[in-house]
């Protein structure tokens, strides 16, 4: 295990990852480093530094750190006002949006207490966050759109440590989850950002395999799991590499292991099991299962969390839809790390998943598309989007193709085919 000054100079190679793959800076745009309910927060201050001193180093022309407090979130949703929350929101987003019509590149170090809403009714939770996500929504329709680079990757915090590493004396857990992340996101070799050219040129190779099969349905089979879900005519699978109106290549997730694609608003059918664990908004839940009608979800319920599933599910009309599935091998470096990271940027790159809600426009023209346009292609639209993951090396996955033919995709949570 890395620590002290091996670890930092580790640590300097990962935030190099951030800034030339991650939101790839360009000289003379603007760094911003949280944003929005994604502050960055005291505890990472010398990570914070490091983006810094890259970021101006790769031609920044202004890095801004925005600094928060998550405890601070806390108690303002248990005791503060939700209207001068709002307005406080409001402010923030005028912001983050001048910024971005000046070429802005957007990086979110997401690293929440597991436990921070302990104790609050999930309801409270759900009011506030979703009150700061509608003011954020077109700001974020933006970025779902990719009309500018964004990335989100993490550091660690005494707390997520805390939760993920109970049985290491306390003063060992930070430094643990550090050489974990590293691991995780590729990170912790001598070339990172050679390694994710590598990677990335991998992961873009088995999109396109899945793209060229013209699949017309998925068949999910695994225990507690008999799922169909049906693809618009002209959808493309994607994977970690986006691209700006300008053409400058970004990678929005550090971990990434999945290729995806969007569903057909109202074309899956069956019954589905979570695999691991959700952390949500504070909330645990687990034992997940949904049933699908016409692509609908129409029974939902959990062995723990249920209500917190329920506030998920009831957000708006299009939280009882999908809006991504996503394919990862149990071969991930992430699912080989054995353990729940309470934290879904890590754990939806261990299994297979499912996200709830709003969908990216992976379709033929998909960016072109007003918001209006959606519904009639297909696309689902909706305040929230939640990962649950549902992969495991019990699970089969076939595709039917538009010819007819049927293709064996996954056996027992690996690629069935090479590429």
Known sequence: MLTGNALRDQLRKYAELAVKVGVNLQPGQHLVIGYGIRQVLPEHVEFARMLTEVGYEAGAKFVHVDWGDEWWVRETILRGDLETFKSRARHQVEWVQRLA??????????????????????????????????????????????????????????????????????????????????????????????????????????????????????????????????????????????????????????PTEEVYTVPLREGVEGTVSSTMPLNHNGSLIEGIRLRFEKGKIVEATADRGENALRHIVETDEGSRYLGEISLVPVDSPIFQRGRLFYNTLFDENASCHLAIGNAYPLIEGGHDLDRAAWRAAGLNQSLVHVDFMVGSDRMDIDAETRSGETVPIFRSGRWAESV
């Open 101 to 254: 019509d000046e070429g802005a590149v957007y990086l979110a170090l997401p690293a929440t207490d597991p436990d921070l809403f302990a104790g609050i009714d999930p309801k409270q939770v759900t009011a506030f966050l979703n009150a700061q996500a509608e003011i954020f929504r077109p700001f974020n329709d933006k970025r779902t759109n990719d009309e500018y680079a964004w990335s989100l990757m993490s550091a660690p915090t005494q707390a997520w440590a805390d939760k993920v590493f109970p049985e290491l004396p306390p003063e060992h857990r930070l430094d643990a989850l550090w050489n974990d992340i590293l691991i995780c996101s590729r990170a912790d070799g001598p070339d990172p950002v050679g390694a994710w050219r590598e990677h990335l040129e991998n992961l873009k190779k088995r999109a396109q395999w899945l793209t060229d099969l013209r699949i017309h349905r998925l068949h999910y089979r695994a225990p507690g799991t008999d799922l169909t879900v049906e693809l618009p005519e002209t959808h493309y699978w994607a994977a970690a590499s986006n691209q700006t109106p300008q053409g400058v290549a970004f990678v929005a997730n550090i």
